[in-house]
């Protein structure tokens, strides 16, 4: 926290000193995201999901921008996928669709100016905050539940983590015009969640007595799908409260620019 609250200084510490360069740019992206968590513990990429959105940039000069962009994406992961032995054993499962809105400032390393002959690409670096919706989900004999519904770790009915998170955002990638006034961005980014139940895995396996009491059998059924006898336990190792959940988006933008063209030096009236 401390360290990104430390490039926003530095950021907008440049936004006077640098060229101004005024305008907007608005489009959209496509792409993946993926998930990291309790149900993937090795940083592996899988079961991407389809993912996408529109953006909107606010440029304060050429190395300064403020973005804003709502984003949709499709995350999940399944134990069984899993080369580790207790997680296999664990055999849990999620999917969940993700929006998301996100509020980044962003850093171009190079001078850049749209519709300039040489100043027309750069990479960039950016960091921000999110807000997101989600609604981890998954299949019990053939029909989907909403996991959040039956308190699968024992929260007391009344009280589940909501459906709506924050995190911090960190990503790059790297810009190019294709005219004067279109450019394509290439990115990469990862929300560093505020919550560990995107995936409704954290804690510890629940009292099955009283989930069946409060949540019935399909409540039961959810939070335990182990294929050891004994290990879906009350108070036995269900996830790993040490590390939150992430996310990632990665993907290709088009965006149009809306502002003034500056003109090069050379064309430029000299007064004397």
């Known amino acids: 926290m401390k360290y990104i609250l430390g490039v926003f200084i530095v950021l907008m510490g440049t936004i006077h000193s640098a060229y101004s360069q005024k305008g907007y740019e608005i489009g959209g992206w496509l792409g993946t995201s993926y998930y990291f968590g309790d149900l993937n513990t090795n940083l592996k990429i899988v ?11 606010k440029n304060f000069n050429n190395r300064i921008s403020l973005r804003t962009t709502l984003s949709y994406g499709r995350v999940g992961a399944d134990d069984a996928d899993s080369e ?105 980014s990862t929300r560093f969640l505020f919550t560990d139940y995107l995936d409704d895995v954290s804690s510890v396996y629940a009292d ?26 009350a108070g036995r190792q269900r996830g790993d409260t040490k590390g939150k959940d992430k996310y990632t988006f990665a993907g290709i933008s088009i965006v149009r620019y809306f502002g003034g063209i500056e003109c090069p030096e050379i064309s430029k009236i000299k007064w004397k």
Do not use: C, M, W
């Open 47 to 57: 079961k991407p999901g389809i993912a996408g959105g529109i953006t909107a940039r």
């Open 84 to 188: 580790n032995n207790f997680e296999r054993n664990r055999n849990l499962s999620f999917s969940s669709n993700i929006f998301d809105l996100t509020n980044v400032i962003e850093f171009n390393f190079f001078h850049y100016e749209h519709g300039h002959q040489s100043y027309n690409k750069t990479p960039y670096f950016f960091g921000g905050f999110n807000l997101f919706h989600f609604n981890p989900v998954a299949e019990l004999n053939g029909n989907t539940y909403s996991l959040r519904d039956y308190g699968t770790e024992g929260q007391p009915i009344g009280q589940e983590y909501g459906s709506v998170n924050a995190g911090l955002v960190l990503g790059g990638g790297f810009k190019f015009d294709i005219n004067r006034t279109v450019s394509l961005n290439i990115e990469i």
């Open 208 to 233: 099955k007595s009283e989930l069946l009491s409060n949540r019935g059998e399909i409540g039961v059924a959810l939070s335990d799908r182990s294929l050891v006898e004994g290990l879906g336990a």
